[in-house]
């Protein structure tokens, strides 16, 4: 591969480039990273304290069933319970599907 730095080629697995010395591992993390790819723990954190207004709905782009949780207090808290142990579980998915990893 090549710096994209400089320009100048590099070992394929390199972390620094050996030309200009800048760091190459930030871009390649960044563009392995998928789209639509949510933190599994900030989900976790808002579905545990703020799930009655439906705040990891919002975070997982279920924007339209968060407004819904927001008017009736996460379902009476219970739809957000439930919404709590499916993340636990690793079958909460966001709404393009991606399954949301702890
Ligand atoms: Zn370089």
Redesign the pocket.
């Known amino acids: 591969m090549f ?6 080629e ?1 070992f394929d697995d390199a972390v620094v ?6 760091s ?1 591992e930030e871009g390649k993390t960044r563009s392995n990273r998928q789209h639509g790819e949510y933190e599994g723990v900030i989900t976790l954190l808002l579905c545990l304290f703020c799930g009655f207004i439906g705040a990891h709905r919002f975070y997982t782009g279920h924007i339209a069933i968060g407004i819904i949780q927001l008017l009736t207090f996460g379902g009476c808290f219970i739809w957000a319970l439930i919404d709590l142990i499916m993340i636990l579980v690793g079958s909460f998915k966001d709404s393009e599907g991606n399954t949301i990893v702890i």
């Not at 710096?3 to 100048?8: A, I, L, V």
């Not at 480039?17 to 800048?22: A, E, L, M, T």
């Open positions: 710096c994209k730095y400089c320009g100048q590099v480039c050996i030309h200009c010395g800048r190459l």
